[in-house]
């Protein structure tokens, strides 16, 4: 077990690390630079592999099946990463455009610069396209393709927007953008197997963390509670916002909200850790003292975690929804998802004995919120991307 643990805790470090660097590069070189060179590399997939191995090898060595939400827990994130395996392997994702009374049944795929054509079993038409306006203002609330899908002898009249896709066969068709003539331009995305492999590991993810928290409830009962007040009062004021604030189209979505509050919520709970550590660090000689707050500290990591990761994966689908991609490796995605792994290794105490130290332990949920306040901050200054609005 000692060297499943050395070995593991190596694998993260690079994981982290690697995670780390591919946002630079991005920012250095362009994001399909990235994702050829880093994301898609045969070596970032081989890295995953490792990582995923030895969650199987913990699982049977730590007998995790007795312990079904733990070992759910587990199960989900092999589910999520097998999905996003089958995605990369068997998935499309390209680009379409609709002139207005012209069928068309072709879209484009980019790949590393080459761009190759691929038919569809049916045909689409774009019968005219809209931009919707706020009453008395010429800002945009939404982009609307209205056309038509032939296929065979059967005609079908669909209307397309943001945050409302067109699902047929497979295929998925989302509105992305148009031109000045008229045009619409859609994405197209084909994904027959990852999605309903990494939905699975979503919805067996947000079981096995509501199963965990209300096990641990005697632990942290009064610490959740207070936090869910928050993050309902959150979800109000986010909700009054979005009604009364114009937001981009593909922002106004349900997912707005629940993505956006469940993290800040999360952020919060780690920056109570924040606090405790210092206050810690004031008395260090003062073990018991220093338990005690630990036990704080530990109340208050399970749900920050468990909100994080909820959050994360509610802005895939989210993603998925609006884009057709749940997992696009933007900076701030790859950022929280390093937050999280930070995080989430403390939580992992009895396979890290280091954690069980209380002044270790302060130490470390210090030093950890580096990477909230770059994820929150740094990510906006100095590395953009799609979420830096």
């Known amino acids: 077990m000692k060297y499943i643990r050395h070995i593991t805790s190596v694998l993260v470090i690079i994981l982290i690390a690697v995670l780390a660097a591919g946002t630079i590069v991005e920012k250095m070189h362009g994001s399909e630079f990235a994702l050829a060179h880093v ?3 045969w070596w970032f997939v081989g890295l995953w592999a490792l990582v995923a191995i030895m969650i199987v090898i913990m699982m049977a060595k730590c007998r995790m099946w ?7 827990l587990h199960l989900s994130f092999l589910l999520i ?4 395996l089958l995605t990369m392997l068997t998935g499309q994702h390209g680009r379409m455009k609709l002139e207005p009374n012209r069928p068309n049944s072709n879209f484009f795929i980019q790949d590393n610069g080459e761009i190759t054509k691929e038919a569809l ?3 689409l038409t774009l019968d005219h396209f809209e931009i919707e ?5 010429d800002k945009p609330k939404d982009y609307v393709s209205y056309l038509q899908l ?4 059967t005609h079908q009249d669909i209307v397309i927007s943001m945050n409302h896709i067109l699902k047929h066969k497979h295929y998925r068709f989302y509105q992305s953008d148009y031109d000045e003539k008229g045009n619409s331009i859609l994405d197209v995305a084909r994904d027959p197997w990852g999605i309903g492999v990494t939905y699975a590991g979503y919805a067996l993810l947000f079981v096995a963390l509501a199963a965990i928290l209300i096990e641990r409830r005697k632990t942290f009962r009064a610490v959740t509670w207070s936090w869910i007040g928050v993050l309902v009062v959150l979800m109000v004021f986010l909700y009054i916002r979005m009604l009364t604030h114009t937001l981009l189209p593909v922002l106004r979505s349900p997912f707005f909200s629940i993505h956006i509050s469940t993290i800040v919520t999360a952020y919060a709970l780690l920056l109570g850790i924040l606090v405790v550590g210092v206050i810690a660090l004031v008395k260090p000689k003062d073990l018991a003292r220093m338990e005690r707050l630990k036990s704080l500290s530990t109340a208050m990591l399970y749900p920050a975690v ?9 802005g895939a689908i989210w993603a998925n929804v609006s884009w057709g991609n749940y997992w696009s490796w933007d900076p701030k995605e790859v950022w929280a998802l390093i937050t999280l792994l930070i995080y989430a290794a403390p939580l992992h105490e009895k396979l890290w004995k280091s954690f069980q130290k209380p002044l270790f332990f302060h130490i470390y949920g210090i030093l950890a919120i580096s990477s909230v306040f770059f994820t929150y901050f740094g990510v906006n200054l100095l590395l953009g ?5």
């Open 133 to 137: 306006k706020y009453p008395n203002s």
């Open 306 to 314: 468990a909100l994080l990761a909820f959050g994360i994966f509610i």
């Open 150 to 153: 032939k296929e065979g002898e």
């Open 39 to 41: 994301y898609s590399a």
């Open 385 to 389: 991307g799609v979420h830096a609005y």
């Open 121 to 123: 079993p049916f045909s």
């Open 81 to 84: 990463l097998l999905g996003a």
């Open 66 to 72: 007795k312990r079904l939400s733990i070992g759910a």
